[in-house]
């Protein structure tokens, strides 16, 4: 019985240790990637109300009709064209047994022109200047990449 506890008590540290290292190695890459990018920030952890100027939490209820489960990271970006945030929250969508986390992108243009959208965007969000979509799963330097690239092609 004891090492049964034991390995079961393994088991679950190892897990945890791995996620850890995982998500210490994603923070470095987002670190890394801030640093050669001009006008970039990176909020880690997020707390919304750090940032009253950017409606993170009404955008996100706009999606999911309610207030997240929790808050991980963001990325700010302001640039000539305007300002773009990246934020992950955590959820569990009406009709799913787990949760999962979620990636809100957020735009808001400086000349009143309208955002660059994702052709795979499944659903747009407006509030006020802000247009916003969604991406499964948390920021990563190459999600980044893929929507400032198409956002400079326009």
């Known amino acids: 019985m004891l090492t049964q506890t034991l390995v079961v008590v393994l088991v679950i540290a190892a897990i945890l240790a791995i996620g850890m290292l995982r ?3 994603r923070e470095r890459s987002l670190r890394t990637w801030i640093k050669t990018k001009t006008g970039a920030r ?3 952890p997020f707390k919304p109300e750090d940032h009253p100027f950017f409606p993170a939490a009404d955008l996100v209820e706009r999606f999911i009709q309610r ?3 929790g808050w991980a990271s963001a990325v700010q970006m302001t640039d000539e064209r305007g300002e773009i945030w990246f934020v992950e929250f955590h959820t569990t ?3 799913r047994d787990s949760a999962f986390w ?3 992108v957020a735009s808001r243009e400086s000349s009143g022109d309208k955002a660059t959208l994702p052709t795979a965007a ?3 969000e407006v509030l006020g200047p802000w247009t916003c979509w969604r991406r499964e ?3 990563t330097a190459p999600l980044l990449d893929e929507i400032l690239a198409s956002r400079s092609r326009s």
């Open 137 to 139: 799963n948390l920021i």
């Open 67 to 69: 207030p997240p489960l």
């Open 102 to 104: 979620i990636t809100l």
């Open 42 to 44: 990176l909020h880690w």
């Open 93 to 95: 969508p009406p009709g």
């Open 23 to 25: 998500e210490s190695r």
């Open 122 to 124: 499944e659903r747009i």
